[in-house]
């Protein structure tokens, strides 16, 4: 199958109340101060912005934005309504209802895990490439990198979808009829259209009565012909990479390692970009990239700077913050960003803040917790939460 090419008569502001800094010891020491302020003033200061944004690799791995808000949304699991709710509060999507880009110059990241627990999976995916487009033609861009539940949905592994995600490939599946020789017109076009199939679907469940079998395995058949390496799915996720640098700041969904960095981060993400569209180097069907997407020390399963702190010794803190500071010097960024592992309470940083951990559970799949996102502006962290009259008081971590 070609990527980006369907035929598918062929395919049956939590606000930071309290950051306590952490230990001394730990290598670099950050100024924690208070601000007050609205939520749009941070807005204001980078819409000053006016160098163009530079992507290095395909699939981008390097992005220089200089002056650029950046802000970065965790997991969403499939939530369309929790995802809108994160991005409405980052500032960067309309409230109206017609998903419009208001971010200006701002850049967005998502941090994978968009898929699984959730019925709206496609939709989100729809949804985050229109800003992408949108953004673009004011400056701005829209980042994704993939997590765990991207790779293993390509790999065949189904077995966190909800049943409401197998409705929804089924459904996209037959959207596609009209618009078999425009991908990129019909997906983008889904998110606004989801729903109406999906009220369609709702009304007339009663008429599948004893075929609910049925209608699973044709769930089943749609998700793996969109997914499968080289499907019109798969290909779309290989448009992004599992981890980003952007200015002075890594992202990745589960956590990045000394020996990946050696690797190549070009090279990892260059590698499963290829799988994903079903292509190799050599020509030959090419092998999962292990290093990237498989085993408990992967970019997208680690989970070595998300452990809760309280439950490790003082000899474990050390040791992991020597690899996260190890991992920053070679890849020369000041600290990272991670998804993967909920955050029972809310988005947070630790090791001094090398590493912000910002998957809050949001989706109803999940935890449901109220969304949480990360805003970078001018090497300044803070968490944004959803609880609007906490906006004008929060606290700020300043890299400078």
Not at 131 to 160: C, I, P, S, W
Request: some cysteine; aromatic content about 8%; hydrophobic content about 40%.
């Amino acid at each position: 199958m070609i990527c980006g090419r369907v035929n598918v008569h062929k395919m049956a502001s939590l606000c930071m109340n309290s950051l306590p800094l952490p230990p001394s010891s730990h290598s670099k020491k950050l100024a924690l101060t208070e601000a007050s302020s609205s939520s749009n003033g941070s807005i204001a200061a980078a819409a000053a912005a006016s160098k163009p944004i530079v992507v290095s690799g395909n699939p981008p791995t390097f992005v220089s934005a200089p002056g650029r808000r950046i802000v970065a949304v965790g997991d969403l699991h499939g939530d369309l309504d929790q995802a809108r709710c994160a991005l409405e509060m980052a500032g960067v999507l309309s409230s109206d209802g017609l998903d419009l880009w208001t971010g200006g110059e701002s850049v967005l990241i998502q941090l994978g895990d968009v898929l699984d627990r959730g019925e709206d999976e496609l939709a989100i995916l729809s949804l985050l490439r229109s800003l992408d487009m949108q953004a673009k033609a004011e400056g701005g861009a829209v980042f994704q990198v993939n997590g765990n539940h991207e790779t293993m949905n390509v790999e065949g592994d189904f077995r966190y979808v909800d049943s409401g995600g197998f409705d929804e490939c089924s459904d996209f599946l037959e959207y596609l009829n009209d618009y078999e020789n425009d991908w990129e017109e019909a997906f983008v076009g889904w998110v606004g259209m989801s729903e109406r199939w999906k009220e369609d679907r709702r009304l007339s469940r009663n008429y599948w009565g004893p075929l609910n079998l049925v209608k699973r395995q044709k769930g089943v058949i749609a998700r793996s012909v969109l997914f499968r390496p080289g499907g019109p799915m798969a290909c779309e996720l290989a448009r992004h990479g599992v981890v980003l640098k952007v200015n002075d700041w890594v992202f990745c969904h589960g956590g990045l390692l000394p020996h990946h960095v050696a690797y190549g981060l070009e090279r990892m993400n260059n590698e499963v970009s290829l799988w994903m569209k079903g292509l190799s180097e050599c020509g030959n069907n090419p092998k999962i990239p292990f290093i990237a997407t498989r085993g408990y020390d992967s970019v997208v399963w680690n989970r070595l700077y998300s452990r809760d702190i309280s439950d490790l010794e003082d000899y474990q803190i050390s040791q992991i913050n020597a690899v996260l500071q190890d991992t920053l010097r070679a890849v020369g960024a000041k600290a990272m960003v991670v998804g993967h592992t909920p955050q029972f309470a809310g988005a947070n940083c630790e090791y001094n803040c090398s590493i912000w951990r910002i998957d809050v559970g949001m989706s109803s799949g999940v935890l449901n917790s109220r969304p949480e996102v990360l805003e970078i502006t001018d090497n300044k962290a803070r968490v944004i939460s959803s609880k609007r009259d906490t906006f004008t008081e929060f606290h700020v971590v300043d890299y400078t």
